[in-house]
């Protein structure tokens, strides 16, 4: 609050009063007590005082909850107001009143069918706001907190949501083509039928030998969810998909290098061309998922589920297969390393229907 703003607060008032009444108190305690028969008319002079300065404060602080209510309720309503209007005013409008509900920390925000394209709502905290049926082309919502927010159906292609804390959030049948989520929090997040074509989740590479390194190492901590623990050895940053549902997502030709997927389900998803480099699966479930011409060179597979799952003309080089089979799935054209050829050949791999690098 601005120094000016104090000198209009109803408690600042109640406060400055009640100081000069203090001082007009002791003033009038040492003069009066030294006349005769002025002890009652000084006794019922304090309780006045007492009793504007309590009821004073008591009406200021309830007129200020109820002021406070009326505030958040007219922001929802010109909000929903401005639902279904696609223009780019009304997405200034409403980002404006959502500042404002923020400033006063509203609850059950619900931007539903709003039209927000080109919206810039980065650095804020919207954990558990309702984004269903929006239109969100090229939103900026880096920095972000967006826990539990949902996306059902919304439209948020070219999205940035670079270094936001998606946890448990719901993006099922969302359209994103082409949006970048490095360095984002997906733990738990919800994909279930999600098309996702072109969108970027590759590891953000910082390097210690840049002049300007440390500044840009304290502006990501300031400024998004990551901390030091999150930044491996201080220079790789990941998209973290641990136990986030993708089944069924249409992910083709998006760059996944170096994500964590730990214990994440791609069952039924469509991943053609995509690039697993360095990948985390250990666990992951990708029955039943298309991997034609994906590149998982490198990738930790260890305790995946694989089953139905097509690898044709995928590159599987130096992957780590611990507890994995490749029975019952659809290899021709894949590409192994040479090296694991007998392992391979023990889980499921047939050598004449794969080539050996």
Request: some cysteine; overall charge negative.
């Amino acid at each position: 609050m601005k120094s000016k703003d104090y000198l209009y607060n109803p408690l600042t008032f109640y406060f400055v009063l009640g100081l000069f009444a203090l001082c007009g108190i002791v003033y009038f305690d040492k003069v009066w007590l030294t006349w005769e028969n002025k002890n009652d008319i000084l006794i019922e002079f304090h309780g006045l005082l007492f009793d504007i300065l309590f009821f004073g404060i008591l009406f200021t602080i309830f007129s200020m909850i109820t002021n406070r209510i009326n505030d958040i309720k007219r922001y929802k309503e010109q909000i929903d107001d401005l639902k279904g209007w696609n223009s780019q005013e009304a997405t200034f409008k409403i980002i404006a009143n959502l500042k404002r509900l923020l400033k006063l920390k509203a609850q059950s925000i619900d931007l539903s069918n709003c039209y927000l394209v080109d919206g810039k709502l980065n650095d804020l905290n919207l954990e558990n706001v309702k984004m269903q049926n929006s239109t969100l082309n090229q939103v900026d919502l880096k920095n972000s907190i967006l826990k539990n927010a949902s996306f059902k159906n919304s439209n948020i292609n070219g999205g940035i949501l670079t270094y936001t804390d998606l946890q448990k959030a719901d993006f099922s049948y969302a359209l994103l083509f082409n949006s970048f989520f490095q360095g984002a929090n997906l733990r738990d997040c919800r994909f279930e039928n999600a098309t996702m074509n072109n969108s970027s989740f590759e590891i953000i590479e910082l390097n210690k030998t840049w002049d300007d390194y440390q500044q840009i190492l304290e502006t990501i901590l300031n400024s998004s969810y990551l901390n030091l623990d999150d930044i491996e050895e201080g220079e790789i940053i990941r998209a973290n998909l641990t136990n986030c549902n993708l089944s069924y997502a249409i992910l083709d030709e998006s760059n996944l290098i170096g994500i964590i997927g730990k214990d994440a389900n791609f069952n039924g998803a469509s991943m053609e061309k995509v690039d697993l480099k360095n990948a985390n699966l250990v666990k992951a479930d990708l029955r039943n998922t298309n991997l034609t011409n994906a590149n998982l060179d490198n990738a930790n597979l260890e305790s995946a589920q694989f089953f139905k799952t097509n690898f044709k003309g995928a590159t599987l080089t130096n992957i780590k297969i611990r507890n994995v089979s490749f029975h019952n799935c659809e290899l021709e054209g894949a590409n192994f390393s040479i090296n694991q050829k007998a392992e391979l050949t023990q889980k499921g791999v047939n050598p004449a229907l794969v080539n050996w690098i």
